[in-house]
């Protein structure tokens, strides 16, 4: 019972943070002092220590405000330098966010992410599919080639486990409050919230990224 309310508070926390987002990009509000535009960490995390630039999307498939970003997302990684390295980590503060987690780690499991990752948003904000039991998972999954075969041995894998494990774990070293967010080598988090508005967040991760380039 305990449990429960801690996921519905995290869940209704995170939606409040998402509602207060979704006003600052309503204002359109400019970036007016870039210093304050990202929150340092009190607890920076580890990133590969290979010269690179390590930047982190922090989502949820059943946050609006993550599908309403993927535009941003999108846009911005296409142009990728070749010293910044892009992942995301889906966030579990719930049971259906563990859900749409494992869909996440799995479609990378089985190499259609890049295919799927959009669809899925699509599938959940547009058409209506929730995505949660494994029986709709695997019909959406066919429709990349997906056998019932490779997807159920997907499903139960180690590596789709310890994966989830390693996401969680990283989540909630960050503490982050809600989701969409961006980490900038495993130190500044920026939201839309601290960057002004969605349209605003990818010029701070690109300020943040010259910032580290000249460390």
């Known amino acids: ?6 996921a519905s508070a995290a869940i209704l926390f995170a939606s ?3 509602f207060a987002a979704d006003n600052h990009d309503h204002q359109e509000a400019p970036i ?3 210093s304050k535009a990202y929150t340092l960490l009190d607890q920076p995390q580890a990133v ?3 010269g690179n630039v390590h930047v982190e999307e922090l989502f949820w498939y059943g946050c609006s405000h993550c599908f309403s970003l993927e535009e941003h997302v999108k846009s911005w990684s296409a142009k990728l330098p070749s010293d ?3 992942s995301r980590i889906p966030a579990m503060f719930g049971k259906s966010w563990v859900i749409h987690a494992q869909l ?3 479609s990378e499991v089985l190499g259609i992410t890049e295919q799927s990752h959009g669809d899925i948003f699509k599938a959940i904000h547009i058409n209506g599919q929730r995505l949660q039991r494994k029986s709709e998972q695997k019909e959406f999954f066919a429709a990349y080639g997906v056998s019932a075969e490779d997807f159920d041995k997907a499903y139960s894998s180690f590596t789709v486990k310890s994966r989830l494990q390693q996401g969680d774990k990283r989540i909630r ?3 982050v409050s809600g989701v969409p967010a961006v980490v900038v080598n495993g130190k500044y988090l920026v939201d839309a919230g601290s960057a002004g508005g969605q349209h605003n967040m990818f010029k701070v991760v690109d300020y943040l990224i010259e910032q580290e380039r000249k460390k």
């Open 1 to 6: 019972m305990i449990r429960r309310i801690v």
């Open 16 to 18: 409040f943070n998402s």
């Open 32 to 34: 007016a002092d870039m």
């Open 48 to 50: 590969p220590a290979n």
């Open 84 to 86: 910044v390295e892009f």
């Open 104 to 106: 996440y780690y799995m």
């Open 173 to 175: 070293a960050y503490r």
